[in-house]
C-alpha cells in the first residue's frame, strides 16, 4: 500500500485558481454598477449600445464626449469613478496575466524560458499596471 503525501492546503497554484474565479464575479458586478449608472445618468435612448458598454467598462468623461448627453462630466468626474475604473484594469489584467501564467506553466518545459517568460510577463504587467494608473488618474 502506497503512503500519499499531503498537500498544503493553501499553495500558490490554489490561490491563483481562486483569484480568477473572483475576480470574474468581481469584473460582472463592477459592470453591472457601471451600465446601471451610465443608464441612470441619462444613457438611455441617447447612446448606442457600443458607447454604452465603454462608458460602463471605462466610466470615464473623456471616453464619451462625443456622445448627445448634455454634461458627461457631471456624474463621472469623482473619486469612486476612479476607483471602478482602477479596479476594472487590475482585475482585468491580472486575470488575464494569470491565465497567460498557467499556459507558460502548461506549454513550457522545465529549461530556462520558463522562469524567463515569468519574469517578463512579470515586467509586462507591472508596466500596463503603471500606464494604466497614469490614464486613468491624469484623466
Not at 499553495?11 to 469584473?27: D, G, H, P
Not at 444613457?43 to 470615464?60: E, K
Not at 469623482?78 to 479596479?87: E, P, T
Amino acid at each position: 500500500m502506497r503512503s500519499r503525501s499531503i498537500q498544503p492546503a493553501f499553495s500558490f497554484e490554489y490561490l491563483a485558481w481562486i483569484f480568477t474565479r473572483v475576480s470574474a464575479l468581481l469584473l460582472v458586478l463592477l459592470t453591472a454598477i457601471g451600465f446601471t449608472a451610465a443608464l441612470a445618468l441619462g444613457a438611455v435612448g441617447q447612446m448606442d449600445f457600443v458607447t454604452l458598454m465603454r462608458w460602463s467598462f471605462f466610466p470615464n468623461p473623456n471616453h464619451v464626449i462625443h456622445s448627445s448627453l448634455p454634461d458627461v462630466t457631471r456624474g463621472w468626474t469623482n473619486a469612486f469613478w476612479q476607483i471602478v475604473q482602477i479596479l476594472i484594469v487590475f482585475l482585468g489584467a491580472t486575470h488575464g496575466f494569470n491565465g497567460l501564467r498557467v499556459v507558460i506553466e502548461d506549454f513550457v518545459g522545465q529549461n530556462a524560458w520558463r522562469p524567463a517568460l515569468r519574469g517578463l510577463l512579470c515586467l509586462f504587467w507591472i508596466f500596463m499596471m503603471m500606464v494604466a494608473l497614469y490614464v486613468i488618474l491624469a484623466s
